[in-house]
């Protein structure tokens, strides 16, 4: 009983909280000043046709840093906390269909991955989406050959040179004397060109190869176990 | 139009919400959870955000419930032994 007002004390709380945004929200036929400098220095200044990841890698970089080491975190205490035991027949055989669809679909996944974290300056996506695509063609590796092993060393490996060179492309901005995470340190190119918007595809591919690592890393931890 | 969209998806989504705390068994509620994320990314992309959208799609619907799956599937097994 008691339990109950607590949640009826709760979501009425919540609602408001919250309520004031619904009914104060209205629409607006133009952008703020920040946002209007944003689009403006996104074309003009970085060449990068889509907006949202200029602000993801270059105004916002410092952020982008953060969320990726959270998620450096997150997986080193899955690993830490699930450790390997020696289970046998944890998943069931794979059926035909899944085993043979998968060997051909694997491929065109991953591909479909890096398509979209090298091409994240000009279309939606970036680097964690990317990076997730990868880690479910591995997903549907592991779900169709259930005897797989992955070579942890190289996930491993891969994770933290691409985390390091994340920072060193950070600090080469601070050598130049240009600030941390600038994207002006390799030349701009061309608005709309898949080699444009300075240094955005080389930290997006960056952070691609970390994410998928990390999460193909945890699915192995949790699914795949021999 | 694009309201009524949202309106609908909204509805089924707090449907699914409900779903996922009643249902008794645990596969449902996690598969209902994931639909929470599905509609929020139709959401995101009607209302042309597709960047948004991608993420929640992918995160949130595909590898959260398959990793929820897999705990449910590591959990059972341990009840087993």
Redesign the interface.
Same mark, same amino acid.
């Given at each position: 009983m008691i339990r109950k007002i607590f949640v009826i004390f709760a979501i009425a709380g919540l609602i408001m909280m919250l309520l004031p945004l619904v009914v104060n929200f209205e629409y607006k036929d133009s952008l703020n000043e920040l946002s209007s400098q944003y689009v403006r220095g996104s074309i003009d200044d970085l060449k990068s046709q889509n907006v949202v990841t200029s602000v993801i890698v270059s105004y916002r970089g410092l952020d982008t840093l953060g969320e990726v080491t959270v998620l450096f975190l997150a997986t080193a205490g899955v690993g830490f906390l699930l450790k390997h035991k020696k289970n046998k027949n944890s998943l069931r055989k794979a059926s035909e269909l899944l085993q043979t669809s998968s060997s051909f679909l694997v491929a065109l996944i991953i591909l479909f991955g890096i398509y979209i974290f090298v091409h994240g300056h000009l279309t939606p996506g970036g680097g964690f989406q990317g990076g997730v695509i990868i880690a479910s063609a591995f997903l549907l590796m592991i779900l169709s050959d259930i005897n797989l092993k992955f070579n942890h060393l190289i996930l491993h490996l891969v994770e933290s040179f691409s985390g390091a060179f994340y920072v060193v492309v950070g600090l080469i901005g601070l050598l130049l004397g240009i600030g941390f995470l600038n994207i002006n340190i390799v030349p701009l190119g061309n608005f709309g060109q898949l080699f444009s918007a300075g240094a955005i595809p080389i930290v997006y591919s960056l952070i691609g190869l970390k994410v998928g690592a990390e999460l193909t890393a945890i699915l192995n931890t949790m699914g795949g176990e021999q | 139009m694009t309201l009524t969209i949202i309106i609908i998806l909204g509805v089924i989504m707090i449907a699914a919400a409900f779903g996922a705390i009643y249902f008794n068994k645990l596969l449902a509620a996690i598969v209902s959870a994931g639909v929470i994320s599905l509609l929020a990314s139709v959401i995101y992309l009607v209302l042309g955000?597709?960047?948004v959208?991608? $993420?929640e799609a $992918? &995160?949130g619907s595909?590898?959260t419930t &398959? &990793?929820f799956l897999?705990?449910l599937?590591?959990v059972r097994?341990e009840n087993k032994k």
């Open positions: - | 955000s597709p960047d959208a991608m $993420t $992918t &995160i595909g590898l &398959i &990793i897999f705990a599937n590591k097994k």
